[in-house]
């Protein structure tokens, strides 16, 4: 079932929530609504559901207008952080109730609840639990019991809010995993409430950015990492180098550092935003980029490394940070208190005159004489 979502507003007092929504939540996919505290995230949500009503616009599933249909009657099932499980109800009962609850005419029979329960505790790998109560299961069981008995009724939507918010790390991602290939079996429509960049980016198929009751940004998660369009959406995605300087025939400048920009003819003002991966580490100043740092820390972290550098001489609002292999760094051995220059390979220059960023790319002949001393 297709979600649309018309030119949404939301007020709580004077204060404006959600500013003028629109979107479509295509059917069978997986949407992630991802934003910091306080975006609107939620309350959209809770609008979908019908938990909560909206002063402008209409909810429209799969073309009807849901706007004045009440929660009960627009067949969802709803998990939610703190997992919510009835204490004084089984596992078995609890992923019953849905089924147990609804009017006669429709309640299937005794025999066909006992047998939809044992089939959706099969679906979450918890056959043996059902005679358990919630107190006797990990915060991991308890939320694939939320999540089966979100499923009992078949939804044709299903709405997370931050359902693995409560979790450890690794238990989150073994049930983000877990969700991900329970969704591709069944295809319900999915959207699920996040404020982790990582977990939204590997679970979904499409991202809403939102910030401050806006959509910042709608895309599939490999677009939206790859081509972010605004500063916002940037910062939001995990660390970012920034060179603010100004551009003049085609070099950006700040004190005594510099970098050539191939192919970009803007002038005045500009930011340069470099992921840690999309830049590397050399001994000396190329004669395209001269951008000198001292090392402030080296981190082994798990599959890469992560140097943490401070600008010598210039000024950025933070420490610069270069991803390497544990190979590279095995070779060269970058080390705390050294001096390095970082050299570019694909940048992001935000300018006064546009919104979205234009991509700079340092093809390897910009920096040939650098060949053999780069990590
Ligand atoms: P979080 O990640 O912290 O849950 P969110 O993006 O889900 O944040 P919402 O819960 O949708 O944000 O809240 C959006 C804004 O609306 C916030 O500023 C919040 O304080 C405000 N808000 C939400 N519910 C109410 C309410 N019932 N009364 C007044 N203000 C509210």
Redesign the pocket.
């Known amino acids: 079932m297709s979600i649309v979502v018309d030119g949404i507003s939301k007020y709580?007092g004077n204060?404006q929530?959600l500013r003028d929504i629109s979107l479509e939540f295509p059917e069978g996919k997986l949407t992630a609504l991802l934003?910091p505290?306080?975006?609107?995230?939620?309350?959209l949500l809770r609008i979908i559901a019908g938990l909560e009503s909206a002063e402008r616009g209409r909810i429209l599933f799969d073309g009807s207008d849901v706007s004045g249909l009440h929660v009960r009657d627009r067949d969802i099932g709803f998990v939610f952080q703190h997992y919510a499980l009835f204490r004084h109800l089984t596992v078995g009962q609890n992923i019953a109730f849905g089924l147990e609850s609804l009017p006669r005419s429709e309640r299937p029979s005794k025999a066909e609840i006992r047998a939809r329960v044992a089939e959706l505790l099969d679906m979450i790998q918890l056959p043996q639990l059902a005679d358990r109560f919630p107190s006797q299961l990990s915060g991991g069981q308890k939320q694939r019991v939320a999540l089966a008995r979100a499923l009992a009724t078949k939804p044709k939507i299903l709405l997370l809010d931050e359902p693995f918010g409560a979790l450890d790390a690794k238990v989150r991602k073994d049930l983000r995993r877990w969700l991900r290939a329970l969704h591709d079996e069944f295809h319900f429509t999915s959207i699920f409430?996040t404020?982790d960049q990582e977990e939204a980016l590997e679970l979904s198929d499409q991202v809403v950015v939102m910030s401050q009751g806006r959509i910042e940004q709608v895309d599939e998660p490999t677009d939206l990492y790859a081509r972010p369009e605004s500063r916002f959406v940037f910062d939001f995605l995990g660390h970012v180098n920034v060179l603010s300087g100004s551009v003049q025939a085609g070099v950006l400048k700040q004190g005594p550092a510099s970098v050539r920009l191939p192919r970009i003819q803007t002038t005045g003002d500009a930011q340069l935003y470099l992921r840690p991966h999309e830049v590397r580490l050399v001994a000396k100043p190329v004669s395209g980029a001269d951008l000198p740092f001292r090392i402030e820390a080296v981190s082994l972290i798990g599959s890469g490394v992560r140097v943490e550098l401070r600008p010598e001489g210039w000024e950025s609002n933070d420490l610069w940070e270069v991803g390497m292999s544990h190979g590279e760094f095995a070779r060269h051995r970058p080390a705390r208190g050294d001096r390095w220059y970082v050299i570019p390979d694909v940048g992001h220059l935000f300018t006064e005159d546009s919104r979205k960023p234009q991509t700079v790319y340092w093809e390897p002949p910009e920096f040939l004489e650098t060949a053999g001393s780069g990590i």
């Open positions: 709580f204060f929530a934003g505290s306080g975006s609107g995230k939620t309350t409430v404020h």
